[in-house]
């Protein structure tokens, strides 16, 4: 089986765990008046189960490609994978994990900033002049957008501030 096929069968994995989560876990907590509305909050994440079990299944059984089919130039090889920029990847992922752990101590505002930040100098750009304006822009916009128009409460600074 290949790279392609495997991937496939751990995203399918993992959106049967989703969807077990998103249809017999979410809805048990609901207050009895909210079982009335006819979006419950389950119903975004049931809808992302279903596409990407879609999305899944058609790779997992899609068209094989022939043997003597030539690589593409976009297809990974997985003889030179260290000529990918695999560091680069992983430190992205890392930063992640990173900006998890500090959305609470940083605040919304301060976290997401760093993380922009941060990620667009492990990228390789090196115009602050530019790069701090638009984190600066993004972050306040979707603290804004969450916090005000959604209704959702997003904590924007750190706890000492507040």
């Not at 969807?19 to 909050?41: C, E, H, K, S």
């Not at 997985?78 to 992983?90: E, I, K, P």
């Not at 390789?124 to 916009?141: K, L």
Request: charged content about 15%; some cysteine; glycine content about 8%.
């Amino acid at each position: 089986m290949t790279l392609d096929r495997w991937i496939a069968l751990a995203f399918i994995t993992l959106c049967c765990i989703y969807g077990y989560a998103a249809f017999f876990t979410m809805d048990d907590q609901l207050p009895p008046i909210l079982r009335r509305n006819p979006v419950w909050p389950s119903t975004f994440p049931k809808i992302l189960t279903v596409l990407g079990l879609i999305a899944g299944f058609v790779i997992l059984f899609g068209s094989k490609r022939a043997a003597g089919d030539a690589k593409k130039d976009g297809a990974i090889d997985l003889t030179r994978l260290g000529n990918y920029h695999v560091g680069q990847a992983l430190a992205l992922i890392a930063l992640m994990v990173a900006y998890a752990f500090t959305l609470r101590p940083f605040g919304f505002v301060g976290a997401t900033i760093s993380f922009l930040l941060i990620g667009s100098l492990v990228l390789g750009e090196r115009r602050f002049h530019i790069m701090i304006p638009v984190a600066a822009i993004a972050a306040v916009s979707i603290w804004y957008l969450v916090q005000e128009v959604l209704g959702i409460f997003l904590r924007p600074w750190p706890a000492m501030f507040m």
